[in-house]
């Protein structure tokens, strides 16, 4: 059974997730995400990551993105997949003016849903910390 799951919202970060199918989903062998990318993110110092023992793979659903892996930046458009194999250095950015939307998944699962409730909770924290000295 598929559990969906929304984590809080990253707009610090200019994204929103929702869990579709979680490690306990699938025995361990992926972790897939619909993610929300907001218009401009990861356009100023774009978060390079790196998954040494995953596979990730970015489905374009809606909008386009731009994707640096390697060495080199991809423009995605809606319908298209890209493909990042394991210890590849990798980023995304949302340039265009519209929310784009993708289908995410890391095989095999690990730990990488502890990892985004982790960033969910400190991205959480920085927006109500703003709010309080408002």
């Known amino acids: 059974m598929t559990t969906e799951n929304r984590l809080p919202e990253l707009t610090s970060n200019g994204m929103k997730l929702t ?12 972790l897939d995400m619909e993610c929300e990318i907001l218009p401009g993110c990861n356009m100023n110092n774009p978060m390079m990551q790196t998954h040494p023992g995953q596979i990730v793979t970015y489905e374009v659903l809606e909008g386009e993105l731009e994707f640096f892996v390697i060495d080199r930046w991809i423009k995605a458009r809606k319908g298209e997949s890209i493909f990042v194999d394991k210890g590849t250095t990798h980023t995304f950015r949302n340039p265009a003016n519209n929310v784009a ?5 890391y095989q095999p699962a690990m730990d990488i849903e502890d990892y985004f409730k982790g960033l969910s909770h400190f991205s959480g924290n920085l ?5 309080k000295r408002m």
């Open 19 to 30: 869990i579709l199918k979680a490690g306990a989903d699938t025995n361990g062998r992926s």
């Open 101 to 105: 939307r993708v289908y995410n998944t």
């Open 127 to 131: 927006i109500n910390n703003r709010r």
